[in-house]
């Protein structure tokens, strides 16, 4: 293609593209590096979102640097830094003309900054968290230590860390794109692809996926459990918790891997245990510490980890089953696909509204049974729009290569 | 003459320090309260301000009456979300009949300095509540408005996303269609 396009000898331009590759693979390297640190920030501000949480309703939030906000705000505020000077790094090799740093490997914010669409992304995210924290502390001393998830900069903090996540998973998804180019690059000429470096940019990028998972179901941490349409009542815990099939579907389609759905909810699983079990013993050492009594409504489980769900690799078995018949079929149809991944999405739906009852409380079995089958087609319902947007979502991914 | 001129420059410094720290060391505002048989002032040398450290002196209003204060607590009073926050209290080096206090009130609205008083009349425990004031308050519907503005933006991007989408899928089905004639 190079050769056909300038007016190279071929020894040229057959080594002009092989410095090409090796530029462009130093530059996915580096990303790469950056995007895994950064990965691992991810983990510490889940981990200290959840301390958080728990700290909040076992001892109380009696000032803004407790331990879990250090924890959590320093993720943040690293996350950040790293993020800002990618930008700033990458938008000066731009300028020098630096191999592998061009118009097709960064996109341009604002006709002066040239780097990859996830480090632009998540930096701004993280900037909006750090934005949401003098605020939310501004509502805490207004309104007290028990404001609710849903107040107006704990919804803003949520949305920023889904904004910054999202960045992450472009991370990994363009880093995908790029290796993807480079294997078929290497195939047609005929040298051995790396296979191995695909497999693991994928692993990155289904744990990126399921990390959107704990942040985005807090939301789901309301006093409002229910609500009336008509003279039905549903259970809103099935409708958030559908979420998952959005997460479940996209990894499917981002990767192009069938099994990365099942994947993806055991990575879940492992976090969701992990959380489980040091949470606790986290906010029991350091009010100890501090000498901080536990409040008499303090909750004997894990706040955050009783809205996440407990079942759900039998939804990521649904979806990767969904995949497997679709390749069966042979049917690869644009709007097959599409319909697979409703399907899919349906399926998660039913799963985690048959199996999911963490709003059970203490309702009567009638009302229980009334409500919960009742759920059942809402939740299927908007598991076939979270696949839908899911499908869209995962082509974008696939495309991307900057 | 430089030095004689930094050496001005430093004593008019110092001058200012002092007048403003002498200006420091009438409270800002005082208080009476009555805890059983005691009657008490308090005298707030910084005003009780939520996230900024209280300093106050506490006494008894009887002239050479001498009591002791111990096991001292801030406590929120009904319709203040808080808990209960640790109060540092020392007699002062200077006058030992009155109580330096320092709190941190993590929480806008009343509370209750819980104390026991130990006098000449006994021993007593009881409140004196003191008000914090907090930061101007901002209508609920613009706290949502601005804690929805990441909301705006994920759109934005969902819809550059949507578009950068179809323009790339175009790109790449041009490139195929011009594949074979390379």
């Known amino acids: ?402 | 003459m430089r030095s004689v001129k930094n050496l001005a420059i430093i004593l008019l410094l110092l001058f200012l320090v002092a007048a403003f720290t002498a200006a420091g060391s009438s409270p800002l505002a005082t208080q009476d309260a009555q805890v059983g048989p005691y009657r008490l002032l308090l005298s707030f040398y910084s005003l009780p301000r939520v996230g900024q450290q209280l300093n106050m002196t506490i006494q008894s209003k009887i002239p050479g009456q001498q009591v002791q204060f111990s096991q001292v607590v801030l406590n929120p009073a009904p319709g203040t979300d808080a808990n209960t926050v640790r109060v540092s209290i020392n007699p002062d080096a200077d006058n030992p009949a009155v109580y330096d206090v320092y709190v941190t009130p993590p929480v806008r609205g009343p509370w209750l300095l819980h104390l026991t008083i130990k006098g000449s009349t006994g021993s007593v425990t009881g409140n004196i509540p003191i008000s914090v004031a907090g930061p101007p308050v901002i209508p609920t519907w613009l706290g949502w408005l601005i804690g929805l503005l990441p909301l705006p933006l994920l759109i934005a991007f969902i819809w550059l996303q949507v578009n950068w989408r179809k323009a790339r899928r175009e790109q790449v089905k041009q490139e195929a269609l011009q594949k074979p004639s390379l």
């Not at chain 1, 632009?120 to 404001?147: C, E, K, Q, R």
């Not at chain 1, 294997?183 to 399921?210: C, Y």
């Open chain 1, 1 to 402: 293609m190079f050769f056909a396009s300038t007016n190279l000898t071929p020894a040229l331009a057959a080594s002009r593209d092989v410095s090409q590759l090796e530029a462009d693979r130093r530059e996915s390297r580096l990303r790469l590096s950056v995007a895994i640190i950064m990965l691992l920030g991810v983990f510490e501000l889940i981990f200290g979102m959840a301390w958080d949480g728990q700290w909040h309703a076992a001892v109380g939030r009696d000032r803004f640097l407790t331990p879990p906000h250090v924890m959590m705000y320093s993720a943040v505020a690293i996350e950040g830094l790293l993020c800002l000077g990618m930008v700033l790094a990458e938008t000066l090799r731009y300028r020098r003309g630096v191999p592998g740093v061009n118009d097709q490997t960064t996109s341009k914010v604002l006709g002066i900054f040239h780097a990859p669409l996830g480090f632009i992304v998540t930096g701004i995210g993280m900037f909006l968290i750090l934005l949401s924290a003098p605020l939310d502390n501004y509502w805490h001393t207004l309104y007290g230590i028990d404001v609710t998830v849903w107040a107006p900069f704990h919804i803003m903090a949520l949305l920023s860390g889904l904004i910054a996540f999202l960045g992450i998973v472009y991370l990994f998804g363009s880093e995908a794109t790029r290796a993807r180019q480079r294997n078929a690059n290497k195939e047609a000429e005929r040298v051995a692809p790396g296979r191995w470096r695909n497999t693991l940019v994928d692993f990155l990028l289904i744990v990126s996926l399921a990390v959107l998972l704990p942040i985005a179901l807090v939301t789901a941490l309301d006093d409002v459990q229910f609500f009336q349409l008509g003279p039905i009542q549903f259970a809103i815990y099935p409708l958030v918790a559908t979420l998952s099939a959005f997460v479940l579907v996209a990894s499917v389609r981002a990767t192009g891997r069938i099994g990365a759905a099942t994947l993806t909810a055991l990575i879940f699983t492992l976090i969701r245990l992990g959380l489980n079990y040091s949470i606790m013993p986290a906010v029991a050492i350091l009010a100890q510490q501090e000498q901080l009594f536990y409040r008499a409504s303090a909750p004997h489980d894990v706040v955050f980890v009783s809205v996440y769900p407990a079942f759900l690799i039998v939804g990521g078995l649904l979806v990767d089953g969904v995949y497997l018949l679709l390749t069966r079929l042979r049917s690869n149809r644009s709007w097959q696909t599409t319909a697979a991944a409703m399907l899919a999405g349906a399926l998660v739906g039913l799963s985690i509204a048959l199996l999911e009852t963490p709003w059970k409380g203490d309702i009567d079995a009638v009302s229980f049974t009334s409500v919960w089958l009742a759920s059942v087609p809402l939740a299927m319902l908007v598991g076939v729009c979270w696949g839908w947007l899911a499908d869209r979502f995962a082509i974008s991914v696939r495309l991307l290569d900057r």
